[in-house]
């Protein structure tokens, strides 16, 4: 052990905190926390048996100790938990959110939207879930838009803006799906009395809501107000057939949360349960994957704050699988033996076995895919007489009109699958005039001579979008390179679907229909597509400018500012003198409009 590092051992205080594990090369590699920070620290260079092989390496890795004292155990957690969230240190449990499930959003502003929403933003609106089920998901926000009256436009409704009158009432108010609050129809505290029950259903506190609906309703009854009543009559029976599909478990259940947890050597899942008065009202799966010897107690703790922090949970009764290892003082934890709370705790345990068998059922099919894609890539090896099996294919074509705006394109395909990031374009710099040989020269020139001086990998195969002509160009530039005898080349002629190679006169006797001929079109396919919507691009771009400097006296400066501001030439030669000269000044502007005259 070095001397700095046992110095620093010497020092370090007994108190709470966070201690960061810090190499070499100045990174950060572990973030822990600890009750009484010498001890803990003291432990990872024991000479003691029990210590891990993986443990061992991570010591030896350590070049020195930084730690953070705090007052409580609870704020050790806490900082480590957004520590590690920052740093993402090497040999600290890395987790992975199970899904992105989308949530119902109520934004902080005057008259709120209801919508859905997989972003959380911190910026004073509510989120509720979130939502495993898009179907429930969808069907409670359709009946809370429908029975509550909530508007959908995304209009700034603010106070000053409706006494304006800046907005007309939309088709929703016609069929009676919306108040109308835009033009003063619905007054805010109406308006803020359904938000209201609308948070109460979503908080699963829907029986309140139904029981408060079902007094309004005798009361409008009492006074002859039949429409009224109706109208909440009907809200009665859409709330009561929304509970009807919710999960109940038993109404004496209120406010609780559940987590149960499965784990192997690798890996933990932490399923959670939110319920509230009797209801599951949400649902959450987070996977962990370990890097030292962490328990399921401690795995469950971090959870435990993970999840409460994400939705902003309030309960005070934490139902668990394991106890863990850190337990806040404010909270009750439980791991019930039998009843309602048992079945919870084993639905919850059902859930995170059933992530993990579909995780580990993906990892076999990506597995079996990717068997049958070199299978694939083999078959294509023998079909064309290659000298590799084609993992990196590089695919060329060029597009232009009559010799305008030649440019060309490259996709790359690994393993049979595209590589999106990796795809190219080329402008053809060069070549003057429709001549797709040279055109071919100059992108295989620029391709591979920037490969070979980076020394980055050369693809295995490369096919060219064309006859023996465009072929043969471009095998003689990587012969020029230097390379034909590391890549195979092939073209692959646009009517027939034949397949060359460089030198041969007759094409490849290979079938068309087979999977070899078909992987080899899909590629050239791709790069056809990639290379139209590139040239389609710059012909419309090249058609703009070569209008508007057609002007005398309008430069290049003007010419974007006025492209920025009107979009199209079109608005520009319809648009009036002064919203031009906004843009240009008063000279310019009427150089413009007389040009369009």
Do not use: W
Request: hydrophobic share 35%; with cysteine; proline share 4%.
């Amino acid at each position: 052990m070095i001397a700095e590092i046992k110095s620093q051992l010497a020092i370090i205080p007994s108190n709470p905190g966070i201690y960061k594990f810090i190499d070499a090369n100045e990174r950060i590699i572990y973030i822990g926390k600890a009750k009484n920070l010498k001890k803990r620290v003291l432990s990872y260079f024991s000479s003691k048996a029990g210590v891990s092989g993986r443990i061992k390496i991570m010591v030896n890795q350590i070049a020195r100790i930084e730690y953070i004292v705090v007052e409580t155990e609870s704020e050790a957690l806490l900082l480590e938990n957004s520590l590690i969230k920052k740093v993402q240190p090497k040999y600290n449990v890395r987790l992975k959110d199970g899904k992105t499930y989308p949530f119902i959003a109520i934004r902080n502003e005057n008259f709120p939207r209801v919508f859905s929403t997989r972003t959380l933003i911190r910026d004073g609106s509510e989120y509720f879930g979130p939502f495993v089920s898009g179907l429930n998901k969808n069907y409670l926000l359709d009946m809370l838009q429908k029975n509550f009256f909530i508007r959908t436009c995304n209009f700034n409704l603010s106070s000053e803006n409706i006494l304006k009158g800046k907005f007309r009432l939309c088709l929703r108010f016609h069929i009676n799906l919306c108040k109308g609050p835009c033009e003063k129809k619905q007054n805010k505290i109406e308006y803020d009395e359904n938000i209201f029950h609308v948070k109460e259903i979503l908080k699963g506190k829907t029986n309140s809501v139904i029981t408060y609906f079902r007094k309004e309703m005798k009361k409008a009854s009492e006074i002859l107000d039949f429409e009224k009543a109706n109208e909440l009559k009907n809200i009665i029976h859409a709330l009561e057939n929304y509970q009807s599909k919710s999960i109940v478990v038993n109404p004496k259940i209120n406010n609780v949360d559940v987590y149960s947890i499965f784990s192997t050597e690798k890996v933990s899942i932490v399923n959670y349960l939110g319920v509230s008065n009797g209801a599951i009202i949400q649902v959450d799966t987070i996977e962990y994957h370990k890097k030292l010897q962490e328990t399921d107690e401690e795995i469950i703790s971090n959870a435990i704050l993970e999840l409460r922090n994400k939705f902003s949970r309030t309960s005070k009764t934490m139902i668990v699988s394991k106890m863990p290892a850190y337990q806040e003082p404010n909270l009750k934890y439980e791991i019930p033996q039998s009843g309602d709370k048992k079945k919870l705790l084993e639905l919850s345990y059902k859930n995170a076995l059933m992530y993990y068998r579909e995780i580990e059922s993906k990892k076999i099919l990506q597995q079996n895919k990717s068997q049958q894609n070199f299978s694939l890539l083999l078959q294509v090896k023998k079909d064309l007489d290659l000298k590799n099996v084609p993992r990196m294919i590089e695919c060329f074509d060029n597009s232009n009109i009559q010799g305008s705006f030649p440019v060309a394109a490259m996709t790359v395909f690994k393993d049979g699958k595209p590589l999106k990031s990796a795809y190219r374009h080329y402008n053809i710099k060069t070549v003057v005039g429709p001549d797709d040989f040279a055109s071919m020269e100059e992108v295989i020139s620029r391709r591979y001579k920037r490969l070979i001086d980076e020394n980055l990998p050369l693809p295995n195969l490369i096919v060219i979008d064309g006859g023996k002509g465009q072929l043969n160009a471009a095998y003689e530039v990587i012969e020029n390179l230097g390379i034909a005898d590391k890549i195979d080349i092939i073209g692959i002629a646009k009517k027939l679907e034949e397949i060359f190679k460089p030198g041969d006169s007759f094409p490849l006797g290979i079938s068309k229909k087979s999977p070899s001929n078909k992987l080899i079109q899909q590629i050239r396919n791709e790069a056809h597509r990639f290379g139209i919507t590139h040239h389609r691009t710059r012909r419309i771009r090249g058609s703009l400018v070569t209008e508007l400097n057609n002007i005398n006296g309008i430069g290049p400066e003007s010419i974007k500012k006025l492209l920025s501001k009107f979009k199209s030439v079109k608005k520009i030669s319809t648009a009036s003198f002064d919203e031009i000269a906004e843009v240009t000044g008063n000279y310019r502007a009427k150089l413009i409009k007389d040009y369009f005259i």
